[in-house]
Nanobody, 124 residues
Framework: EVQLVESGGGLVQVGGSLRLSCTAS????????LTWIRQAPGKGLVWVSG???????YYRDSVKGRFTISRDNAKNTVYLQMNNLRPEDTATYFC??????????????????WGQGTQVTVSS
């Protein structure tokens, strides 16, 4: 059974930090591409960051220098360290999986698996 369990969201003030985690089971995690996507209330899905199995990482411009994606294959977990948070970072954050290790830089793909989402709220 495939499971993706997200945690680490919460309420933080402007300039604060959070670390999101997504722990997976039931598929070949270490050879999959991993992606973080967010959705603000009433808005569409926005790609945030991705990491491939070889360790290549990518970020949208608005989070470069503030967010860091990483993976720990021994724990089947992908992380998103978020520093210097801004109100516009407020959203539900989802982890998404591509087992083909091809897609980690887009929302325009039907990812194989999605997490349940974790809420991040940044107060101004």
């Amino acid at each position: 059974e495939v499971q993706l369990v997200e945690s680490g969201g919460g309420l933080v003030q402007v300039g604060g930090s959070l670390r999101l985690s997504c722990t997976a089971s039931g598929f070949a995690f270490s050879t999959s591409a991993l992606t973080w996507i967010r959705q603000a209330p009433g808005k569409g899905l926005v790609w945030v960051s991705g990491i491939y199995s070889d360790g290549r990482t990518y970020y949208r411009d608005s989070v470069k220098g503030r967010f860091t994606i990483s993976r720990d294959n021994a724990k089947n977990t992908v992380y998103l360290q978020m520093n210097n948070l801004r109100p516009e970072d407020t959203a539900t954050y989802f982890c998404a999986i591509d087992v083909s290790d091809t897609f980690a830089q887009t929302t325009q793909y039907e990812y194989d698996y999605w997490g349940q989402g974790t809420q991040v709220t940044v107060s101004s």
